[in-house]
């Protein structure tokens, strides 16, 4: 499966934004997200996980309450809803893909979409 995040852009603290991750390739459904962030010089920080059905999701303690982890099957795109966003929340946002068990530091994620650039200004 192939995946492309977009969506990124620059915002004040306490904005919004969304980020989306379109799939193409092999069946979409079959398939648990996830959702990580990246600065550079640091290690890759797990955001958020959503199950294949959309039923089940999960979220780092940092962002939970804030942001919102979501899918539509039918147009093979899941989405990240980032609210009350804060400067620490810069990063390089990654999705991925995991047809087998997942852990939070990325084993079992397979495939890997570009990321998109998110700023936040204080």
């Known amino acids: 499966?192939?995946?492309?995040?977009?969506?990124?852009g620059l915002v004040q603290a306490g904005g919004s934004l969304r980020l989306s991750c379109a799939a193409?390739?092999?069946?979409?459904?079959?398939?648990?997200?996830g959702w990580f962030r990246q600065v550079?010089?640091?290690?890759?920080?797990?955001?958020?996980?959503?199950?294949?059905s959309g039923e089940s999701t999960y979220y780092a303690d940092a962002v939970k309450g804030r942001f919102t982890i979501s899918r539509d099957n039918a147009k093979n795109t899941v989405y990240l809803q980032m609210n009350s966003l804060k400067p620490e929340?810069?990063?390089?946002?990654?999705?991925?893909?995991?047809?087998?068990?997942?852990?939070?530091?990325?084993?079992?994620?397979g495939y890997w979409g570009s990321?998109?650039?998110v700023t936040v200004s204080s």
């Open 24 to 33: 193409s390739g092999r069946t979409f459904r079959d398939y648990t997200i």
């Open 1 to 8: 499966v192939q995946l492309q995040a977009s969506g990124g």
């Open 89 to 109: 929340d810069t990063a390089v946002y990654y999705c991925a893909a995991s047809g087998t068990a997942w852990n939070y530091d990325g084993r079992g994620f």
């Open 40 to 52: 550079p010089g640091k290690e890759r920080e797990w955001v958020a996980t959503i199950s294949w």
């Open 115 to 117: 990321g998109t650039l």
